[in-house]
């Protein structure tokens, strides 16, 4: 889609950028060959017109010797690309650094600090000069996209004055993690995301909100926008019956066994498209960096080149890691030394994990799509971490956490520029799978793990712990209480209880319980059972369980579901029957009331959700919309409260939101659940001539 906030010029046509982008790119590369030879002992120059010479040959280099890399990849994949790759960069600079008149070089070994400090020094150079981040991944991407476009105008005789509009269209979809919609807002006020405050602005897209439903995880978001499956998912880790063990969603093999189950070969990419760092594939002919996939490989080699390849762009992305990796480091320590609060440790992995994921693996996934669009891929969508993970140890409006979006931003730019160079018209939709709500963690607020308390509450009663529980839970649980004595649950005494059959003897090579904390969304099995207990059976054998767990500081509500009268939550000062009819009947203070509007019919449906847990945890929230989450993070997702189920979606304005696909969420009308975003999406396919139909189509 050719961005909105200039004209169209005719898409095949070199431009004065085009030559600006050539000479600066030459600049750059002298520049930085300049910088490193003076500071690499092993390697001379004469003069200045000995290095910019030097530039030149690896330009040329680089071109002459793609096409046999190419044929390296399909041989080899993705590790053959890199390998490759790796070598025909120290390859290209030995070969000009030998030949170039002026420039001497000892030894091969030398190129490789060479390659490192040019990369830095061009990677400075382009952040002066105010282009793009990610501009230099695509540079040859554009180069050769509109050399195609040149070649096939002359041979099919098309006037100069062709309108992008002869072209096909296309669709681009890219997900930024973890944005909630009044992060984004924040952050255009602030001037953090020009390229999509132009398109607003413009009136050429539309900003609305969506609704992330309970799990609002990213493997919950994804199987519905990607499968029209999100009721497959009940949280982002879960104790799977049929496995025998938790499954975890980021995990290869796990992710792989979950697309088994919710895929119907008929997602949102099937009939070509192309998905790029995903956690599932949408039934996608090329998959990149998917999660579900990655047993089987990265995907096909070829497109994986031009990053590997290129000299410098994997240097420049290497020598970047590094420096976000230190930017971590800084900005955690003056988190520290200010006494932010809440905070969380920000070392170990995660160090090296931002550094990875906010410039590696952004710029590969940059390259991928990219080179999908020139090939003319009808549907193509990529995910984009950036903001989630930093977001998750910083928290969703820390400095660092915005200025992920301008970085995001930028990627946005450097796609609308090679989309205006593709052979299809693409017209670009944004959205997140959910967004993040702030607060200290749940073992900050009540000095344990949830693990912890659920052990504790199951210890056989009698105990001062469990005695104290009791003690002060018999008066404030007079509606619990009332409901327990009316089934006559009482320790050894089940005789009126309508039940179903219970695996006898209990499997004791499972564990006796399960706890799993997925943000602020907990929940607890009981493995050796082989079923979901009702809350009849859960009393019957730890009576201080379900009231200790509710009475626990930090904890909002239980959901657990009854043998007599269906779902119920329990919360600290009262229940409420969520089956029993609308109004829900409440008695005591209502334990739904902090969550927002749409709680009531996401645990409704969470409750039934194949997996989820016999006891099914909130977090409090306080009166600021935090949240406490179950594992180490200042931000987080998963269950309810705050901004984490307010999530983006900014469309074309001339592909409107169907009104069918809108339910009111307060006072709001919105889409409900990643399943009626992902009905949009294939409804604007189809509207684009990329699929048949929406649903009628997977029917």
Not at 215 to 244: K, M, N, V, Y
Not at 273 to 291: C, E, I, K, N, P
Not at 327 to 345: A, F, I, S, T
Not at 474 to 481: H, M, Q
Request: aromatic share 6%.
């Amino acid at each position: 889609m050719p961005s909105p906030h200039r004209p169209r010029s005719r898409w095949w046509s070199v431009t004065l950028s085009d030559v600006g982008d050539a000479l600066l790119s030459l600049v750059t590369t002298a520049l930085g060959l300049g910088a490193a030879i003076a500071l690499v002992d092993g390697v001379t120059a004469a003069n200045p017109g000995s290095v910019a010479l030097a530039a030149l040959v690896v330009g040329v280099g680089d071109l002459l010797l793609r096409p046999s890399l190419r044929v390296l990849a399909r041989v080899g994949g993705a590790m053959g690309a890199l390998l490759a790759g790796l070598g025909a960069q120290v390859a290209v600079l030995w070969l000009a650094l030998s030949v170039a008149p002026g420039v001497g070089v000892r030894n091969a070994w030398a190129v490789v600090p060479v390659l490192v400090i040019a990369g830095l020094v061009m990677a400075v150079g382009r952040w002066v000069w105010g282009a793009s981040d990610s501009d230099y991944v695509v540079g040859d991407v554009l180069r050769r996209a509109r050399a195609r476009a040149r070649r096939a105008d002359r041979a099919e005789g098309v006037a100069s004055e062709a309108s992008p509009g002869a072209r096909q269209p296309g669709l681009l979809v890219v997900q930024l993690d973890g944005v909630a919609a009044p992060v984004l807002a924040q952050a255009v006020e602030a001037g953090l995301v020009p390229t999509m405050s132009r398109w607003v602005d413009s009136g050429s897209h539309e900003l609305r909100t969506w609704w992330a439903q309970a799990p609002s995880t990213t493997p919950a978001s994804q199987a519905g926008l990607l499968h029209g499956a999100a009721d497959g998912i009940c949280s982002f880790r879960w104790w799977d019956h049929e496995a025998g063990r938790v499954v975890v969603t980021n995990h290869p093999d796990d992710a792989a066994l979950v697309e088994r189950r919710l895929s119907d070969g008929r997602g949102l990419l099937a009939d070509g498209g192309a998905a790029v760092a995903t956690m599932f594939s949408g039934d996608a002919a090329r998959q990149f960096l998917v999660m579900s996939q990655a047993r089987r490989g990265i995907g096909p080699g070829t497109p994986y080149l031009r990053f590997f390849a290129s000299p410098f762009v994997l240097a420049r992305a290497v020598t970047l890691t590094v420096g976000e990796m230190v930017k971590e480091l800084y900005q955690g320590r003056r988190q520290r030394l200010r006494d932010v609060r809440p905070r969380v440790p920000r070392r170990g992995w995660y160090v090296v994990l931002r550094g990875v994921t906010n410039v590696l693996l952004r710029d590969l996934a940059t390259s991928l799509v990219a080179e999908q669009l020139v090939r003319g891929a009808p549907v193509v969508f990529v995910d984009l971490v950036d903001y989630d993970e930093i977001a998750h140890h910083a928290g969703p409006t820390r400095p660092e956490s915005l200025r992920a979006l301008e970085g995001l931003d930028g990627v946005l730019s450097t796609l609308v520029r090679v989309a205006e160079a593709a052979p299809r018209d693409y017209r670009v939709v944004v959205l997140s799978d959910h967004g993040q709500s702030l607060g200290e963690t749940f073992e900050q607020r009540s000095g344990q793990t949830l693990a912890d308390v659920v052990r504790r509450h199951m210890a056989e009663p009698g105990g001062p712990e469990t005695d104290a529980v009791q003690a002060a839970g018999d008066e404030e649980w007079g509606p619990l209480n009332a409901f327990l004595a009316s089934v006559a649950v009482r320790r050894g005494d089940t005789s009126s209880m309508v039940l179903g059959p219970v695996r006898r003897p209990d499997t004791p090579e499972l564990p006796e319980v399960a706890v799993t904390g997925s943000g602020n969304l907990g929940m607890v099995w009981f493995p050796r059972v082989g079923r979901r207990l009702v809350l009849e059976e859960v009393e019957q054998r730890w009576p201080g369980l379900l009231r200790g767990l509710a009475a626990t500081p930090g904890i909002g509500l239980v959901l657990v579901d009854t043998a007599a009268r269906g779902l119920l939550a329990v919360g600290p000062g009262g229940v409420a029957w969520l089956e029993q009819g609308t109004p829900v009947v409440v008695e005591g203070t209502d334990p739904l009331a902090r969550y927002g509007p749409g709680a009531l019919a996401d645990l409704r449906r969470l409750g039934r959700l194949g997996h989820v847990g016999d006891l099914v945890v909130l977090s409090d929230v306080t009166d600021a919309g935090h949240v406490h989450a179950f594992e180490g993070q200042v931000g987080s997702h998963g269950g309810l409260g705050g901004a984490q189920n307010l999530a983006v979606l900014l469309h074309p304005a001339d592909l409107p939101v169907d009104d069918d696909l809108l339910s009111a969420v307060g006072d709001e009308r919105m889409p409900v659940g990643a399943d009626a975003v992902h009905e949009q999406l294939l409804r604007w396919a189809a509207a684009l001539g990329l699929r048949t139909t929406g649903s009628a189509a997977r029917a």
